[in-house]
């Protein structure tokens, strides 16, 4: 009796290099690089692979240092006012102290917007 199972292969380097190509592929023909002259054709690559590169780079050297931070301000957002409030005045500049977030801010702005006169009623 044969086994019904469907048989994976273990990703070996033939079927790595079957993704590569099939992936070089599709962007010779989304871009038409398969136009190009050679001299064309070799200026695409290097900037393709030096910005993909630069970019891989960057993704993943800064990858640690994102994450931490949305895990952070996730933290801050979601245990309460007292995290939020510094979050918050920390993206508004040092001499706008009106609009600081403490509790007199707040108070004497609403205060000062309450007691404002409504210029749209006749």
């Known amino acids: 009796m044969s086994s019904s199972k469907p048989q994976t292969k273990p990703l070996t380097l033939e079927g790595l290099v079957r993704w590569a190509r099939l992936k070089k592929y599709r962007i010779e ?3 038409g690089v398969y136009v190009y002259t050679p001299v064309e054709k070799a200026i695409f ?3 393709f692979c030096f910005l993909f590169g630069v970019i891989s780079f960057a993704a993943l050297l800064y990858t640690k240092r994102n994450v931490s931070l949305l895990l952070k301000y996730a933290y801050i957002y979601v245990n309460g006012s007292s995290g939020a409030t510094s979050a918050v005045s920390n ?3 040092r001499r706008h102290t009106a609009l600081s977030l403490s509790g007199n801010g707040i108070k004497s702005l609403a205060e000062t917007m309450g007691g404002a006169t409504n210029s749209q009623v006749p």
């Open 29 to 31: 023909v989304t871009y």
């Open 91 to 93: 993206l508004l500049p």
């Open 45 to 47: 690559w290097t900037i």
